[in-house]
């Protein structure tokens, strides 16, 4: 099963603000919803509040370490390894990590390919960042630059980046 992590990111690493998106970018919210849709996705329980309902069209699996939280429409797991399980059972080619940082802080090691979207700006009061990534054992395998434009306010870029199945 290949392990995906996405991504959006700002030139200092940050990918959240109060728990939220610290942009609005459309373009990429339409890169991630087409990349996901059909998958099973993985994510931490702060991230899925911040959301604050299940991802139309995926399977939501939340991990989370609190025996109360249910949500309909989501599974509800207390690891990574029980999360990568449920997957493995569900024949799942490909799966995708969407975050928080804990969760791509904890996968990090296991993720076969990173779409990660550049966002040309930074972001001063960031309060959740993405972890530092050696790129040099990573194959850059698709790139597609965006000016802004109405709808985008900031420059941005697609990444696919690949590395070996393990």
């Known amino acids: 099963m290949i392990i995906s992590a996405i991504v959006a990111v700002s030139k200092n690493n940050a990918i959240g603000k109060d728990n939220d998106l610290p942009w609005h970018l459309p373009a990429d919210l339409t890169f991630f919803k087409t990349t996901t849709k059909g998958y099973h996705i993985i994510l931490g329980r702060k991230n899925f509040d911040s959301i604050g309902k299940p991802l139309p069209g995926r399977t939501n ?52 390919k990173l779409y990660i979207t ?33 709808k985008n306010k900031y420059n941005y870029q697609f990444n696919l980046y690949e590395r070996p199945l393990k």
């Open 118 to 150: 550049r966002i040309d700006t930074v972001v001063e009061d960031a309060t959740v960042f993405f972890p530092e990534i050696d790129f040099s054992k990573w194959k850059l395998s698709w790139q597609e630059d965006h000016l802004m434009d109405e």
């Open 61 to 112: 699996i939340v991990i989370t370490r609190q025996d109360s939280f249910y949500h309909s429409g989501t599974v509800v797991v207390k690891s990574i390894t029980e999360a990568l399980d449920f997957c493995v059972k569900a024949n799942q080619k490909e799966v995708f990590i969407i975050g928080g940082s804990m969760i791509y802080e904890q996968t990090q090691n296991l993720w076969n």
